[in-house]
């Protein structure tokens, strides 16, 4: 199995040196990968080249070290190990929440839109490795004309799917 391919949110370190300790928080892309929260930042190893993962726990199996830019495991890696640092960032709830009447600084407002373009950037970075490339997980446009709709966590829709749905909500309205 080829290597996970990540853009924004992650990288798969795959040919580092055996005893190597320290990853470095940036992206495939060479960017630095930012986070909202500590917890937010997940380390794995794979011993079998990606296809399966142990997610370490920290900070038993590894921890930041230079002010939050690298994971640094307890103990070094083994030959052909596989180390993957990645920012998961949960998009169950709200991450800033405003009150009426509130002043909101410069901070508040960054801080809401890097919670959005996170989210944003972990769902590009899936849909590049494929993760809904499976037959009959996208919902096309014509899958809604013929009736095809399934309102589920596993499907997506594109954005001419969406227009379909949205025009027959619309007509039944009438």
Do not use: C
């Amino acid at each position: 199995m080829a290597a996970a391919s990540f853009t924004y949110s992650a990288n798969v370190y795959t040919g580092a040196s055996p005893g190597a300790v320290d990853f470095a928080l940036t992206s495939t892309t060479g960017n630095p990968i930012p986070y909202l929260q500590p917890s937010h930042i997940h380390v794995s190893k794979s011993a079998d080249k990606g296809v399966t993962w142990t997610e370490l726990s920290r900070p038993a199996e590894w921890d930041f070290t230079s002010g939050g830019t690298v994971a640094r495991l307890a103990g070094g890696i083994a030959v052909d190990e596989w180390v993957m640092v990645q920012r998961i960032t949960p998009y169950g709830s709200k991450f800033t929440t405003f009150q009426d009447s509130s002043l909101l600084t410069a901070e508040q407002l960054n801080e809401g839109e890097d919670f959005s373009m996170f989210v944003d950037q972990e769902i590009s970075d899936l849909l590049a490795q494929g993760v809904f490339s499976k037959p009959g997980q996208i919902i096309t446009g014509p899958d809604q004309k013929a009736g095809k709709w399934v309102s589920d966590d596993a499907h997506l829709a594109t954005a001419a799917a969406l227009s379909e749905r949205f025009d027959v909500i619309v007509s039944d309205t009438k």
